[in-house]
């Protein structure tokens, strides 16, 4: 019942912050919930804790879905390395991802964690990536070190500005298209 609890208070504050992004209180959080703000202070004890337990939540939920797409039967090898370079869970298709930018400023801390955790684990990736060098469906010559850099800066970048949300594409499409992108670039 207690992680119960703590998840619906992970997964309302994402809702809150989608609407007051950083600006959100406990109060809101609260009373989005109908709870009281002591409920909240039991399992968590600050703002920043929510917020640093959010970006475990959130890439936890990224690794669990690209175990799945690693072990999910009747991928092309093509397939399934576009799937896992732009792996996101279902449920998280609520989460603005466009302004947990703001976390660089305010806490500097999570955002440096969320950082190490968009930039490591990408061993499966970089794997599948050499199975289709080696099989001759990518260039012999492409550097994924490279790659993972282009990649890895991409994806910072739609966190640390409010492009996506001025131009009004939301993050998984953005994701989706820098991966076909990246990957067309490579193909022979």
Do not use: C
Request: glycine share 6%; no cysteine.
């Amino acid at each position: 019942m207690q992680d119960d609890q703590k998840l619906d208070i992970l997964r309302s504050t994402i809702t809150v912050f989608n609407k007051k992004g950083l600006k959100l209180t406990m109060d809101d959080i609260a009373e989005y919930m109908g709870i009281s703000k002591k409920t909240i202070y039991k399992y968590f004890n600050s703002k920043e804790e929510i917020f640093n337990k959010i970006v475990d939540y959130i890439f936890d939920g990224i690794k669990k879905r690209e175990q799945e797409i690693l072990s999910e039967e009747g991928l092309s090898l093509e397939q399934r390395t576009r799937k896992l370079l732009a792996a996101f869970p279902e449920s998280y298709t609520e989460i603005d991802f466009t302004k947990l930018g703001g976390l660089k400023d305010k806490y500097p801390k999570i955002y440096r964690k969320m950082k190490r955790r968009l930039e490591s684990g990408w061993e499966p990736t970089l794997e599948l990536l050499e199975q289709g060098k080696a099989q001759g469906l990518y260039r012999k010559d492409a550097d994924f070190r490279i790659f993972k850099i282009m990649m890895d800066a991409s994806v910072a970048r739609f966190f640390e500005t409010d492009t996506l949300r001025k131009s009004g594409i939301p993050y998984i499409d953005a994701l989706n298209q820098v991966v076909d992108i990246l990957l067309s670039g490579i193909r022979i």
